[in-house]
């Protein structure tokens, strides 16, 4: 079972950045697919983006353009660099992991992932 730990979440003003980190074990992003959710309070789990394993990448209508995903094959690390940051964005964020994942033309839903990190929260507020 592939396991994931996330970090770098914390609290940030508006307008500002944030890098997350998500370390996978195992040499395994050439196989799997590896996204970022983020859960509100009082809200469902919602897709921000993925990279598949050819390095492709998927994103959610309303991240897009603020948020990179990218990833350190090396490093086993996926990351997700968020900019231009809104109170909206507050949530905690999980990355995930799919064997099965594989075109960027599928929903990006938490059922078709398997393996989950802990989450890191991410607070933006003045």
């Known amino acids: 079972q592939v396991q994931l730990v996330e970090s770098g979440g914390g609290l940030v003003q508006p307008g500002g950045s944030l890098t997350l980190s998500c370390a996978v074990s195992?040499?395994?992003?050439?196989?799997?697919?590896v996204a970022w959710f983020r859960q509100a309070p009082g809200k469902e789990r919602e897709g921000v983006s993925c990279?598949?394993?050819?390095?492709?990448?998927v994103y959610t209508d309303s991240m897009k353009g603020r948020f990179t995903i990218s990833r350190d094959i090396a490093k086993n690390t996926v990351y997700l660099q968020m900019n231009s940051l809104k109170p909206e964005d507050t949530a905690v964020y999980y990355c995930?992991?799919?064997?099965?994942?594989?075109?960027?033309?599928?929903?990006?839903?938490?059922?078709?992932?398997?393996?989950w990190g802990q989450g890191t929260q991410v607070t933006v507020s003045s």
């Open positions: 995930a992991s799919s064997l099965t994942y594989y075109r960027p033309d599928l929903p990006l839903i938490p059922r078709a992932f398997d393996s």
């Open positions: 195992g040499n395994v992003l050439n196989r799997y697919a």
């Open positions: 990279i598949l394993s050819d390095g492709s990448t």
